[in-house]
């Protein structure tokens, strides 16, 4: 087992506007990305979150070595409960979630 | 073919100044720069200001109206002054005013306005012409007219009316990022699929390149595609830069919703040309509907926040229970002393070092050398979070964890150590209103500007 961040270049999160979030894992090479499209379980990026697993969307993108995990926001960007107005530091629970 | 220059990401951020001279050097049609998003968060729109100074932005702008001068083109900037509300086009168009005065130009300006009263959206909600996006909030007629501002993202259509006016510069309140460098190349007959591809890889100027920070940007429009080059000549785009840029701040990196339809880029084929510039051909504009995008903010209460640091072996040991202890009596004193019903006001206590950053979804522990406590309180009333926030102030200085041991002081940064942040703004539309004429919930003025 191996932490997504060790074998990825980077992780990075992101608002998509207000109500999303963008999680872009960067694989770097095509065997970090085989590694890692086959290790990553969309459901337990969903529990990661704390999101419904049909209300997430995910893009395996080989030309790019790229695998992207958008879900509606956890909290609604700005709202009193929200801690990361740009949604930056989301990333870590992918970049520390441990695949085969 | 049509030549955009995009100086920098957005106003504000700061360019390489030889690639803007270059840039300029290389006679663009068009200049055109963003000046904000919503990713700085709903204050900026429910206050109708800009994030950045108003010193900084004046410097840039008068670099960027200095080079559109001696270009001879227009110069257009989208969702001007950070949120694109109405104050905010007013803003940033005194500060053009002010430089045109300064500088000697004489200037035709078009401003554009993207500000919605309540009552336009409440009469096209009624008759089902407002559609929510996913998620989207409940929305009323209420709740609209709680909106301290509403505005509406426009389209290359508002901004091409714009630039038809004949105008030197446009300032353009709320605009999608894209409808500024798409306008021009649209209204010349260019590729539309290439024109909305294009502009969505140069939006953010060099951040599609090997160099992000030196901003400045060349796209060349023309039938067939677009050629993207960036003008600091140490950086590059590569087919990864460019089709990269397609994921940033984007939910769907193959598709990209626009008033009038979408843009589909999963047929594009980016080339490169040489080591530096990237050719991009296949993308498809998908026409739709015309509707535009919905923003709106309103005030959800007032807050007063406070920080505490425990520094303290066996307080930073048990800093989860004594927040605990602290945010129950605090709040129990709230309700006592100020009336307030619990429904009413919110109060937490954020430990930084343990799990500020992601609250409930923190699945790491470990052992900090210090904790700082953040306490935020929200009220109806500025007033309230007033009260409430020096209701806090002892206990986070002297709470002990034990009733028999000495009274503890914390380390407090500030005197007094509240402080109060005004109102908390909340983003409370995620939803599209359908138009029969672009131009009919956004308005056009005309104004001559400076001395000849």
Redesign the interface.
Known sequence: MVEIGQIAEKVRS???????L?V?V?CGSPEAYARIVAGLDTAAVAR???VEPQ?M?R?D?P??N?V?L?V?R?V??????D????GA??A??VE?MRIA | MTRVLIPTGALGLGYDRAALARGIANRPDIIAVDGGSTDSGPSYLGRGVSKYSRASTKAEWRELMLARAEAGVPLVIGTAGTCGADSAVDWLFDITCEIAAETGQRLRVATLKSGQPAARVKAALAAGRVAPLFPAPEISGGLLDACTNIVALAGAEQIAAALQTGADIVIAGRTTDTAIIAALPLMRGDHAGAAWHGAKIGECGAIATTHPATGTIQIDFDAGGFTIEPMATAAAATPYTVSAHMLYENSDPFILHEPGGHLDVRGAVYTPLDGRRVRVEGSQWVPGRYTVKLEGARIAGYQTVALALLRDRRYVAHSREWAADVQARVAAQIVDRMGLAPEEFTLELRLIGMDATLGPLENRQGQPVEVGVLGIVTCPTEAQAAEAGKMLNPYLLHHALTENEPMPTFAFPFSPAEMQRGALYEFCLNHVMELDDPMEAFRLDVHEVGHG
């Open positions: 992101k608002n998509a506007g207000p109500f999303w963008t872009d960067f990661a979150f704390g209300a969307k893009f993108i030309d790019l790229v992207k958008s509606p956890p609604i960007q700005g709202t009193r409960a801690r990361d107005m740009h530091g989301w870590v629970l520390e």
